[in-house]
């Protein structure tokens, strides 16, 4: 298991840095590699695996399709609130088919997944086998990742690297820019 370092990390939170979770990635996809399975298409789910589906569709190199739903829009992306699912699956080419990895970026409470392993099999029929794969599986969720790379026994909130962009606006994106907001509080640069 992957242990991070920040000391902002406890019961209750979990800080990561771009450097470990792009390490996170990979591991995932190693889990995956060796687990055997085959596979025709990474679906990713929008937004949380969308970086996640981007860069094991690059190692893998298969093709990436996209699902966009939607749950934590309150406070900041903090609060869960009704899960919305996209009517279609966004893809380069042809229809969702044959064995698919479904990829996010976290399980917590499970509710996602389970809905929308539901509507695949409700409306891709084509699709022979689905297996889950996540960063982080949370112990309060009611559905187990097929593949994940760490367990969360705590169920901390997760401090996701690209969080620092969810309050940040067009009209005061020089001024943050300019004071260097972008820098990593996890590696102090």
């Known amino acids: 298991m992957l242990v ?11 800080w990561v840095s771009w450097d470990e979770y792009h390490r996170l990635i ?3 996809a190693l889990a995956v590699h060796d687990s055997g399975w085959q596979f025709e298409t990474i679906l ?3 937004r949380g695996g969308l970086r996640v589906g981007d860069q094991l569709s690059r190692i893998f190199d298969l093709p990436l399709a996209i699902l966009a739903t939607s749950s934590y829009r309150e406070a900041a992306g903090r609060v869960q609130g009704d899960l919305d699912i996209a009517r279609f699956v966004t ?5 969702l088919s044959g064995n698919v990895l479904l990829v996010d970026d976290l399980v917590d409470s499970g509710v996602t997944l389970a809905r929308v392993e539901a509507h695949l099999s409700g409306h891709y029929p084509a699709v022979t086998a689905v297996r889950s794969a996540v960063l982080w599986y949370k112990a309060a969720s009611v559905v187990k ?3 994940f790379v760490q367990h969360l026994p705590t169920n901390p909130w997760i401090h996701q690297p690209f ?4 309050t940040v606006r067009p009209h005061n994106l020089g001024a943050w ?3 260097g907001a972008r820098q990593d509080p996890a590696c102090g640069t």
């Open 177 to 179: 820019i300019k004071r």
């Open 163 to 166: 969080e620092e962009w969810d």
């Open 44 to 46: 990713c789910l929008a």
């Open 91 to 95: 893809m380069t080419r042809g229809e």
């Open 4 to 14: 991070m370092a920040d000391p902002r990390n406890d019961d209750k939170n979990l």
């Open 26 to 28: 990979e591991l995932l």
């Open 145 to 147: 990742p097929d593949y």
